[in-house]
């Protein structure tokens, strides 16, 4: 068993994590850590606890412990901090010889830090050796995607055959995206927030990193461009999103279909995080509906349908599972088969 950490385990998706690694095959959850002010109480005392499964037994007891290495018992540390402050706790982890799954923006579009979505660009892990050398790090941080723009890159890579030219995409996001207290009931209620700080800008710059080559010193960005407009709504997890793909192949939505139904990662099979399809086609125009769909694949599947002529499409993910914590995970899995831990 491979020991790993959380740190900032009591947000919504430090939660999450939790939920996934309590009772994970591969890893043994021993270190769970917060602010300085919860350091000290065990961990079933302070987290408000708000998923729709019971807190396992396994971690009520585990005490908080400072968000520092020191005193970290752990070979890999999944990171659900706020950007700000992983910006400069990530580091320190890295440098004293973690390996740091993060799910914060702060390092993901660092020219030497894999923005990973294994399926997709398994060989940016060239980029650890390249970070490594760069920043004299025993350890080394490996990202995953912002929540909406996974959802949209996953569905892209089997796309990528009809030669992508431009993007647009319209976004309809679930709440707990904003975190435990992120938009108050009041203020999503009877609504549609249409506006998300930096939202737009994440999915436009990550696409093109995610889906660009690496060519053994660097990613060169993927040769299509994005726009993205970005909402809050009242869904309670679960982002929608409606997708207009220009591609210079022109393909029709009967040959999209069948690349979408034909997509599969050798990479991932066999992890325990993995889902069975990373892409569900469905074929009834009322489908995919988060509160349907979002948990397809135990929450790691992205569903699409009403492919139309255009293209345009619908898909749908869930936010804190596929879309952050289950994306480390996964990570973390991926790096473990190929020995890198």
Not at 112 to 132: A, F, K, S, T, Y
Not at 151 to 178: N, R
Not at 286 to 294: F, I, Y
Not at 300 to 323: C, D, F, L, P, Q
């Amino acid at each position: 068993m491979i020991k790993v950490g959380i740190l900032g385990a009591t947000g919504a998706v430090g939660q999450r994590f939790v939920q996934l690694l309590a009772d994970h095959p591969w890893f043994e959850l021993t270190t769970l850590t917060a602010s300085d002010r919860s350091a000290g109480k065990k961990y079933g005392e302070i987290a408000r606890w708000r998923l729709d499964v019971p807190l396992p037994d396994s971690v009520k007891d585990l005490k908080i412990l400072p968000t520092s290495p020191d005193g970290v018992d752990a070979d890999i540390v999944f990171s659900a901090l706020p950007a700000s402050i992983a910006k400069y706790v990530e580091p320190k982890f890295a440098e004293a010889g973690f390996v740091v799954a993060s799910n914060a923006s702060s390092y993901r579009m660092e020219s030497d830090v894999p923005l990973m979505i294994p399926e997709i660009n398994p060989d940016h892990l060239g980029l650890i050796e390249i970070q490594r050398d760069n920043r004299n790090w025993d350890g080394y941080i490996v990202t995953n995607p912002n929540c909406t723009t996974i959802v949209m890159a996953l569905t892209l890579g089997p796309l990528m055959q009809f030669d992508i030219e431009k993007l647009y995409v319209a976004t309809m996001q679930a709440v707990s995206g904003a975190g435990y207290e992120g938009v108050t009931s009041m203020a999503i209620l009877d609504n549609i927030v249409p506006y998300i700080g930096g939202e737009e800008e994440k999915v436009e710059s990550e696409s093109q990193k995610i889906l660009g080559e690496f060519d053994g010193s660097r990613v060169k960005n993927a040769d299509f461009s994005v726009s993205a407009s970005c909402h809050r709504v009242p869904v309670m997890d679960g982002h929608t999103e409606a997708i207009w793909a220009i591609m210079r192949e022109d393909p029709t939505p009967k040959e999209v279909k069948s690349a979408f139904r034909g997509f599969r990662c050798d990479e991932v099979k066999g992890l325990p995080t993995a889902p069975e399809k990373s892409i569900i086609v469905h074929d009834s125009e009322d489908r995919p509906q988060p509160r349907l769909d979002r948990d397809a694949g135990n929450g790691m599947s992205v569903s699409v349908g009403r492919i139309r002529e255009g293209i345009k499409y619908i898909a749908v993910g869930h936010n804190t599972i596929r879309g952050a914590a289950g994306a480390s995970v996964l990570n973390a899995e991926f790096l473990s088969k190929k020995k890198m831990v």
